[in-house]
């Protein structure tokens, strides 16, 4: 598979903001949302097995703790591994499904938590169920609206994930009406600001397209049941920043 990058650093979006992650960011999207700030995965790339994939993960694990007694980790809902958390992502991971299936079976073999990080234009039925999907529906404004596959919506779990970026207004109506509409109140929902494209220097809210406290009176209002996601990255470092 051809992979751009593989680090360690901490979950920056989804509800696992702030954990320790070892990210596996693969090469190649066939989607060109407006705001993307992964644009250096289209291209390039170094061609990698799983066994050499899995070799780097490991370089870069910590000293595992043992396991609890239930077998999860500590505190957590989902479903979990006892080792490190691992996301998979991309550009577009799905595009090389022959390749990173495997990849997600041998990570959770070794008992390693894994996320997948996909915009769900791709199907997503041959996923491992021990996965946890967190799957993009794109709002109008990304320039990709309508290219969600809704059959992706019954492949989803109770520890799956759906993430709304949210550049507008318009944006906001679209996601509140598609939650509404697919009865996504018992799911994991996430409304998160899109970032300028642009965005450096300063590391704070002046950079999202949608003020973060607007979004959220707006959610208030319309007594939606989602979460409002922050990419922390963002904030931490310069949004300029790659791999973190």
Same mark, same amino acid.
């Given at each position: ?33 407006? +705001? ?43 479903? +979990? ?120 220097? !300063?590391?704070?809210? !002046? ?10 009176? +707006? ?17 931490? +470092? ?7």
């Amino acid at each position: 598979m051809l992979i751009t990058e593989i680090y360690r650093s901490i979950q920056g979006e989804s509800s696992y903001t702030g954990l320790p992650c070892i990210f596996v960011r693969l090469t190649g999207c066939n989607l060109r949302c407006s +705001w993307c700030d992964s644009v250096y995965t289209f291209t390039g790339g170094k061609k990698m097995s799983v066994d050499e994939v899995m070799a780097e993960v490991r370089g870069l694990e910590p000293v595992r703790k043992e396991p609890t007694s239930s077998g999860t980790a500590a505190g957590l809902g989902g479903t +979990w591994g006892t080792g490190p958390l691992v996301e998979i992502t991309g550009g577009e991971p799905m595009l090389q499904e022959r390749e990173v299936v495997p990849l997600m079976d041998r990570l959770l073999a070794d008992g390693y938590s894994v996320l997948l990080e996909t915009s769900g234009e791709r199907p997503l039925e041959n996923v491992p169920e021990q996965v946890i999907k967190i799957v993009d529906v794109k709002c109008p404004g990304s320039s990709e609206g309508g290219k969600f596959r809704l059959d992706n919506l019954k492949t989803l779990r109770p520890h799956d994930e759906l993430k709304f970026v949210i550049e507008s207004r318009e944006d906001y109506d679209f996601a509140r009406d598609f939650t509404r509409q697919h009865d996504l109140a018992a799911a994991n929902v996430i409304f998160s600001p899109a970032f300028r494209q642009d965005a450096s220097g !300063s590391r704070d809210a !002046s950079h999202c397209m949608v003020d973060p406290r607007e979004l959220v009176e +707006w959610i208030l209002a319309d007594d939606l049941n989602v979460r409002l996601g922050l990419q922390v990255h963002k904030f931490i +470092w310069d949004p300029a920043t790659k791999s973190v």
